[in-house]
């Protein structure tokens, strides 16, 4: 997890010759590449390759440099996908999430870290979501039906947990979340976006509960409560986050969510509204952890691959090739981790070694 080595005192000469770096992860096989036309897309891609390799030792990391090294649900089940085509993941996922299921509490609350050394009693969306996401995306990959059978029980209780949460079984409202973190729409210096964390957390209830449908189905299993409750916390959403099949919450995150969960019955309306929302921020996005992952497939998906491949090419900040244009050979943490001035987001949490 490091770009430079410094020498305090050496006898005579230094010769770089005489220093060996050695890269240190799980033993991952190569499975995937990636090359195209563009060096700066080239570049983006190693930056990712090098992230993973740096942040998969025995658990997926948030960052390997400094003092946390922690296995992030959120982080983890943001990154599944790349992952997994990347490298053979199957081995390293079957273990994590193991790990995840023994550390699950009765109530089918998730920690927010893999093994759990925070012992924070709270639990948030799109974090324990991890418990859902992740062996599905597993199975998807490989084909592989056992992570299902061994993970199933734990995918139902962390759906059970999110019904169990207030007086409506059908809306997750009122807990406190993590929400779009490190979106362009916070405060200055916040790490909260602006996208409803109500919103957010009802809307990948209704997503885990979809994947939950989906695993149960593949296993062979009657999945028609919960095939009720998907139906339930849909209209839900609905009733309560939507005007018109348009989310009340006037963000990208929101409106990428509403598409890519499939939240919306006029997904035409919003796939348009978000492209223009994009349009108006100068060609930019302005998504965090919660909506970056689905961003250029809601718009893809919806008819709007232009607007996807403008916001992929975009070089001025924010934008991925930002950070490539910065000198980055891993992938940041924050779009601003070095902000256009020169100036850093922080000092603090400010890792340039997340994948």
Not at 199 to 215: E, F, G, M, N
Not at 269 to 293: Q, Y
Request: proline residues 4%; contains cysteine; hydrophobic residues 40%.
């Amino acid at each position: 997890g490091f770009r430079y080595v410094r020498i305090d005192s050496w006898p005579g000469q230094v010769n770089p010759d005489d220093f060996r770096a050695v890269a240190v992860h799980s033993d991952i096989k190569r499975t995937g590449d990636f090359s195209c036309s563009s060096s700066l897309l080239n570049q983006l891609y190693h930056n990712i390759i090098w992230g993973q390799k740096s942040n998969f030792l025995d658990v997926p990391t948030d960052c390997p440099q400094r003092d946390e090294r922690l296995g992030w649900t959120g982080d983890a089940q943001v990154f599944v996908r790349a992952a997994s085509y990347n490298f053979d993941v199957a081995q390293f996922f079957h273990k994590w999430l193991h790990d995840l299921a023994a550390e699950q509490a009765p109530d089918g609350g998730v920690p927010h870290v893999i093994p759990d050394v925070l012992h924070d009693k709270n639990h948030s969306a799109a974090w324990g979501d991890a418990a859902v996401i992740c062996p599905w995306q597993i199975y998807l990959t490989y084909g592989d039906r056992a992570i299902l059978e061994e993970q199933f029980n734990s995918m139902r209780s962390w759906v059970e947990y999110m019904r169990s949460r207030g007086d409506n079984e059908f809306l997750w409202k009122g807990d406190v979340h993590f929400g779009d973190w490190l979106a362009m729409d916070a405060p200055e210096g916040e790490c909260v976006g602006a996208t409803d964390l109500d919103l957010i957390a009802t809307a990948y209830y209704a997503y885990s509960t979809s994947l939950l449908i989906k695993a149960g189905k593949a296993l062979g299993k009657d999945m028609a409560e919960y095939e009720a409750l998907y139906q339930a916390v849909t209209w839900a959403f609905r009733r309560e986050f939507l005007v018109d099949g348009l989310p009340r919450c006037q963000t990208q995150t929101a409106y990428v969510l509403a598409l890519y969960f499939h939240l919306t019955d006029r997904p035409h309306e919003v796939a348009a509204a978000l492209a223009r929302m994009i349009r108006d921020n100068g060609n930019k996005l302005s998504t965090g952890f919660v909506g970056t992952p689905y961003l250029l497939h809601a718009l893809t998906e919806n008819g709007y691959a232009e607007t996807a491949y403008t916001l992929l090419l975009q070089e001025e900040y924010p934008s991925w090739l930002y950070s490539v244009n910065k000198g980055a050979t891993t992938v940041w943490e924050h779009w601003d981790s070095i902000k256009p001035d020169g100036s850093m987001w922080s000092d603090s949490m400010n890792s340039f070694n997340h994948y």
